[in-house]
């Protein structure tokens, strides 16, 4: 019986097993695989992945920060986005091989209500989430321009991946603007800490903010009420697990499924 699990910061994964689960039950694979949560200690990771890829119990493991670089390293093959990204969010066991995907980058674009090829696309942040979106923005072809607290950031990263950094951006200039830092978790004043205010918006935008609260964050509160598409975290959540499951699986599982569980409080 396969085993899947997630490993990582408890409030990253919380939702994780019950949406993988009520995904695995819809493909008719409850009996036959399980995905649960497992709590390594950060200084064990890469000795107890090691043990999980060698022992022959699991198929793969999700992985959140802070362990998505530390799962790319140790890997012995990776895919072209993980590798560009610098981070893996899964990884699949062969024959006690270990293989490196990154499935935020294709969550990201799945969540989103079209590709945006060509578009003028606005970035917030520059660490590793910020990378996941910036690589898999690029790669479809949208004009990505980056923007981040610490400039300096915001430059390395875009002449990286592909894009451009930016100090004082237009918001009304973007087809999507995609918020990838923690602002609106901590308590900071969305409209202080991003170079935006609830005004900023235009009909037609789409906004992308991979916080994941219960109630809709300021930011997506204010894009929605000025006629934007907004997609919020937990789609993304979804979207990136259900191409994970693809991957150790080979089915396409259920995303009606998969948001039905994430949501349910
Ligand atoms: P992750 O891997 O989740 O992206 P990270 O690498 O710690 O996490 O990056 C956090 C991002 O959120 C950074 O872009 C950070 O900006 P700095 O590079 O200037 O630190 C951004 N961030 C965090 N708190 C912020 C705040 N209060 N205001 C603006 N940006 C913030």
Excluded at 81 to 105: K, Q
Excluded at 146 to 154: F, I, L, M, P, Q
Excluded at 218 to 226: D, N
Excluded at 252 to 257: G, T
């Amino acid at each position: 019986m396969p085993s899947l699990a997630v490993i990582g910061h408890p409030v990253a994964h919380s939702r994780s097993p019950d949406m993988q689960t009520a995904a695995l039950a819809e493909l008719g694979l409850a009996g036959e695989w399980t995905y649960g949560a497992l709590d390594i200690a950060p200084e064990d990771f890469e000795a107890e992945v090691a043990v999980l890829a060698a022992e022959g119990d699991y198929a793969g493991v999700n992985i959140t920060v802070p362990h998505k670089e530390a799962a790319l390293t140790m890997a012995d093959e990776a895919s072209e986005g993980a590798r560009a990204i610098g981070a893996a969010n899964t990884l699949s066991f062969r024959e006690g091989r270990i293989v490196a995907d990154n499935t935020d980058a294709g969550g990201l674009l799945r969540s989103l209500p079209h590709p945006f090829i060509g578009d003028r696309v606005l970035v917030f942040g520059a660490g590793g989430a910020a990378r996941a979106a910036i690589w898999a923005l690029a790669d479809v072809g949208a004009q990505v321009d980056v923007w981040n607290r610490t400039a300096g950031r915001a430059e390395a990263v875009a002449a990286e991946l592909g894009a451009r950094a930016v100090v004082d951006p237009e918001p009304g200039d973007y087809a999507l603007i995609v918020n990838t830092t923690a602002v609106g978790l901590a308590g900071e004043d969305t409209f202080e800490a991003l170079p935006l205010s609830p005004d900023s918006f235009v009909t037609g935008q789409t906004v992308l903010d991979m916080v994941y609260t219960e109630e809709p964050s300021a930011l997506l509160a204010a894009a929605e009420a000025a006629g934007a598409t907004v997609v919020d975290g937990l789609e993304m959540l979804v979207q990136q697990g259900a191409l994970s499951l693809r991957i150790w699986t080979g089915e396409e599982p259920s995303i009606e499924a998969m948001r039905t569980a994430v949501r349910r409080d």
